[in-house]
DNA sequence: CTGAAAGCGCTAACAT
DNA sequence: ATGTTAGCGCTTTCAG
């Protein structure tokens, strides 16, 4: 390995002129630089991050929290998967690498971020257990931010949930529907996805003077097509009287889909379904789902952008909300 | 932050005895060794790696190549999402991290694998344009594996293509099929995939005196569902005397279920299909596609393996082939 | 069993 | 404009 050293005695300069010369820093003539540069070059030198990060404690390290299991399905997943590609590229073209944080061996988050010397965290998908680690960055002063769970102290950037629940019920008022059931995921305080999506949808329904009937409301225990299964057979088997029903997110439409495939019910005549994520899966289906689309490439280029702001010292809001966007496909039927 | 010399000072031992002793290296005294263990654990200590690599040279870092400019599509990639995914977390069962390494700024691997110090390197999905740098790695004595390419000097690790490609032509001559089609996705060298399949499946052909009849081979440029819609159409606009297709992976596939809703062609009534990969996708289009799926955790497993032994200089066989597994689903049709 | 000395590769602060 | 000195946090080697 080629070290500034080497360069140093090769050109009869020491290592803080040879280190300057690199990094383009402090005053140098221009022969010595240009001089330096050249040797390095020939040389092959490459310069090491972790020694210049022992001494300068800044490592251009961001670590990702990214731990699915609630879907299980790692970094296939419709939305988290598309998040942390375009976070990655983005971080990568302000000079960052990414590091995959973990939590073996009873490590905690916090033990890996010190272990690494990682200069900021973002949670991209973390599992529900994790926000008190995640909540303890915070803490000790790790610039952190989080696309999808509220974590107290750190800024989220997220989907406008509420927002895109009141534009999935009006969409289904427009075409007629007055008696409209919800599938939700998960309500949790802390990622609070279903229940804001709930919460907007609810809205719109008590503005127009509908209402909504409690009973059309059924939980799902995991954000899976299993538990979308099982959890639509539920409210089914309670009650009938509906003609449309938003699913918190498409992996449980593709769960009503499957039962209502199996019951015979017919979607859309009998039966509209609107879902959330467009999963690569909701254009292929039968019918093709219709269903919001979270702007991923937004949230992870916000995410980006104030991970880096936090990073240099500029504090950052509690929140950031980014609007979904409606595809209008085939499962909605449209009533006269 | 807190250091083993904050220990030292604390317990009145040296930095050395205290570093002995967090690592269980050396001999000492069990009181020693538990009060500094205590102390260290009350002063909140956490190692540093960053401080550690500089002298042991050694960082448990794995670089991991992940470009998926081919498909567009991210993380979110059926066959190499699944593979991060496990591999990721038998690397940090192993006590490794991973990083992501780029080539921005000119950058080469190899100069990223130089600057983080990386044991290691995983090509997951490598751009083809890639090879001659992750070829260098192998240069330079960097323990590399492959997940998908032929690099020299690489192991790669991967499905056993051609005898899928066999099995593949084998199912559908039981299903009475003998004038088959193949959908290819781009014949490269480094990236066999495509190239490899077809030999298998000519071969099975060949041995059973049925042959295969070069106007059925049609190659697409990129394995994208545009491109596989552009290639079946331009088969099929030369020749339709044919039952059935085999396409070299499911999105190349989709692009055909597509053409053939378009044209009204019946799937699998007048067309059979056949797929690879076992895309989402295709246990929810209509018909369900029947496909291969690729062993993702056997590959990303034994990848782990390899690559950890080479790390502690085992040599690595230059291939490993994973078979296979057929999932027979609704888009082949059996002729009497 | 424990300590002293040295070094990993780089940069910051100061001196010349 | 360049050099000197020192130190980042840890481990290794060798001495005691």
Known sequence: MVTIYDIATKTGFTAPTVSKALNGTGKLSEATRSKILEVAGQMGYKPSMVARTLTTKKSNLIG?????????????????????????????????????????????????????????????????????????????????????????????VVTDNEQAGYKAAEYLVNHGHRRIAFLAGPFS??????????????????????????????????????????????????????????AANDTLAFGIMQFAEERGIQIP???????????????????????FRQDRDTIADLAAEILLSLITGIPAPPIVRVPARLIERESVRRYP
């Not at 971020?113 to 909540?135: F, M, W, Y």
């Not at 003077?209 to 639509?232: K, R, T, V």
Request: charge should be negative.
């Open 64 to 156: 990702v929290i990214y731990d699915d299991t609630k879907m299980n399905t790692g970094f296939d997943h419709p939305m988290f998967g598309g998040v942390l590609t375009r976070f990655r590229s983005q971080m990568e073209k302000a000079g960052y690498d990414i590091v995959f944080l973990s939590r073996t061996f009873q490590m905690s988050y916090l033990n890996h971020v010190r272990l690494r010397s990682v200069d900021g965290v973002a949670a991209i998908n973390p599992d529900t257990e994790d926000n008190k680690c995640i909540a303890e960055l915070e803490q000790e002063h790790i610039p952190c931010i989080s696309t999808n769970d509220y974590i107290p102290g750190i800024c989220t």
């Open 189 to 246: 305080e802390t990622s609070p996805a279903a229940k804001e999506r709930f919460q907007g949808f609810k809205k719109y329904l008590d503005e127009q003077g509908i209402g909504f009937d409690g009973h059309l409301l059924e939980e799902c225990p995991l954000w899976n097509m299993a538990s979308g299964y099982q959890g639509f057979m539920r409210l089914w088997e309670r009650t009938e009287d509906f003609t449309a029903v938003f």
């Open 269 to 291: 005549q009998r039966l509209s379904l609107l879902g959330f994520d467009d999963d690569r899966v909701a254009s292929f289906c039968r019918p093709r789902l219709t269903t």
